[in-house]
């Protein structure tokens, strides 16, 4: 059974750092791309990050230069650190293992709160 455990959220003002954590187990983590998604409420969930089996990364415009995606295959993990905070980043961030593009396996995480203060 496959489970994707996120940590890290919380509350932060403006300004601030948080380090999000995803755990996955019941696949072979290094095969998979891994994600961090995030959901603010009345909106739909938009990709914040992307990495590959590879290593090859993808951001959304947004938090470009703020926010650093990273994995550890050793650890089965992949991280989100996220800097220069900002209250639009308030949301509910998840994790997602699988396929990046329509079609094939997608697994999510519960997802974690991240809220941002001003």
């Known amino acids: 059974q496959v489970q994707l455990v996120e940590s890290g959220g919380g509350l932060v003002q403006a300004g601030g750092s948080l380090r999000l954590s995803c755990a996955a187990s019941?696949?072979?983590?290094?095969?998979?791309?891994m994600a961090w998604y995030r959901q603010a409420p009345g909106k739909q969930r938009e990709l914040v990050a992307d990495?590959?089996?590879?290593?090859?990364?993808n951001y959304a415009d947004s938090v470009k230069g703020r926010f650093t995606i990273s994995r550890d295959n050793a650890k089965n993990s992949v991280y989100l650190q996220m800097n220069s905070l900002e209250p639009e980043d308030t949301s509910v961030y998840y994790c997602?293992?699988?396929?990046?593009?329509?079609?094939?396996?997608?697994?999510w995480g519960q997802g974690t709160q991240v809220t941002v203060s001003s």
């Open positions: 997602f293992m699988g396929a990046l593009l329509p079609g094939g396996v997608k697994y």
């Open positions: 019941g696949l072979v983590f290094s095969r998979y791309a």
């Open positions: 990495i590959t089996s590879g290593g090859r990364i």
